[in-house]
């Protein structure tokens, strides 16, 4: 691995939001107060296996903002979530909901864990134990989780089943809001599954608007085909976008002419995988990054858009789907080759403002039709794009700096009114 992939994600996310806290002149203090979570909850428990043996998992739930609200954010399961890793991502959600103007803070939590590894009851007892073992560190007013990488709607209503129950029997039913993303039937919102594959194709479209180009002209390669690439792939098809070329875990395929999704899609639920779909040819995985398009996707996992690889791209832009997708080489690559960059605290903001209004929608027991889920959320990551294109023009800096100037101002700006207690 490359030195510019070893480096501490979580400095990454650091670094980046320093840079953008120079342009301006942020206090101190608050960048004292931002450059480290609030709290960092590590819990070992042990789980029994199905074949009698019990092993003991590491999770971790960090805390890193509330200023503007319970904290909020995912839950990773996968072999590589380390503290570095969770503490970045947790970071980012401070920024993401303070960009999006949500009234929520920023958290990430995660188990080390292949979670293909076992079946579903380990998967689920995993679940409920780690759940126990967060016990009152979570909360609907206070902490807030939700899917991510290897996470699911089922792992949602697990962990709202067993706070539930460890919750006074008179509260049961009002903790519903302790998680996001839940099934419909326990309490979800129309449109959170698809909803960060959504806001990507919002971005998209918003930058078409600003730049006078035409949707549908659109030729797309993505990196990802899991809840986030997945979605956005059939969206951007749906809006007659070309997808060229997608690689996941299993693969990298292209078509002339490109894929045809809905296909792809049947495929990749019947097989598990893009490897090996009839109707499009394989490819090396790093020709992906050469592949001749408009707009490259990474919506797979961070650090995997590296100097060499942005040096290959044959593109306009990149809208990150993914969580720090683009290593701090790569993007100065990016910026002297004059690629545009959607940057991930906004083009996938998609996924935690559907998870506010399944929040509201839990707290005030009334569920929002589609078209009310849809017109606010559309409404909200456009604001978000017109704030930060103002930012970006009138301090001349690039569009992650610019979103970081937004999101930062905001927390400022409540430091500033709430002052630092005692
Ligand atoms: N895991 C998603 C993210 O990285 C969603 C978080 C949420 O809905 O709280 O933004």
Not at 83 to 92: I, Q, S
Not at 316 to 339: D, F, Q, S, Y
Not at 405 to 411: D, E, F, M, P, Q
Request: aromatic share 8%.
């Amino acid at each position: 691995m490359s030195d510019e992939r070893q480096r501490s994600l979580h400095q990454v996310a650091v670094d980046q939001f320093q840079k953008a806290a120079d342009l301006i002149e942020l206090n101190d203090a608050y960048r004292e107060i931002l450059a480290q979570p609030k709290n960092e909850i590590i819990v070992n428990f042990p789980v029994h296996l199905d074949d009698g043996t019990a092993k003991v998992f590491t999770g971790y739930r960090i805390q890193h903002n509330n200023i503007l609200g319970p904290y909020k954010g995912g839950l990773r399961f996968h072999p590589d979530v380390d503290l570095d890793e969770v503490k970045a991502l947790a970071a980012w959600m401070t920024f993401k909901t303070a960009l999006v103007g949500i009234p929520f803070g920023g958290a990430k939590g995660g188990v080390t864990m292949a979670p293909s590894a076992y079946n579903e009851c380990e998967l689920q007892r995993v679940v409920r134990r780690f759940t126990h073992a967060l016990g009152s560190n979570i909360g609907p007013d206070h902490d807030i989780p939700a899917p991510d990488l290897g996470t699911t709607s089922q792992t949602m209503d697990w962990v709202m089943d067993t706070y539930a129950n460890i919750s006074p029997p008179g509260d049961r039913q009002s903790v519903k809001g302790v998680v996001t993303g839940k099934s419909i039937t326990c309490g979800g919102s129309l449109g959170r599954a698809e909803a960060t594959g959504r806001g990507v194709l919002y971005s998209l479209r918003h930058w078409c608007g600003e730049v006078g180009e035409r949707l549908d002209a659109l030729k797309v390669s993505i990196q990802g085909f899991g809840n986030v690439g997945g979605h956005f792939a059939e969206l951007a098809s749906e809006a007659g976008c070309e997808v060229m070329a997608v690689a996941d875990h299993t693969g990298t395929i292209r078509a002339d002419g490109g894929l045809d999704v809905v296909k792809l899609r049947a495929w990749v639920d019947d097989t598990g995988g893009v490897f090996g779909f009839p109707a499009a040819d394989p490819i090396d995985t790093e020709e992906l990054f050469s592949e001749a398009v408009d707009v490259f996707v990474p919506a797979a996992l961070e650090n995997q858009l590296t100097a060499q690889r942005a040096g290959a791209l044959k593109c306009r832009l990149v809208v990150e789907a993914a969580n720090g997708p683009t290593t701090a080489t790569a993007e100065k690559v990016l910026a002297e080759r004059g690629i545009d960059v959607v940057p991930d605290i906004l083009a996938n903001a998609g996924g935690v403002i559907v998870s506010y209004f399944e929040w509201l929608q839990n707290k005030s027991g009334r569920a929002w039709p589609f078209a009310d889920v849809d017109d606010r959320f559309r409404a909200l990551v456009w604001s978000a794009h017109d704030d930060v294109v103002a930012a970006r023009d009138s301090l001349d800096c690039s569009r992650r700096d610019a979103a970081y100037v937004v999101a930062l101002s905001r927390l400022a700006e409540a430091y500033e009114r709430r002052g630092i207690f005692p």
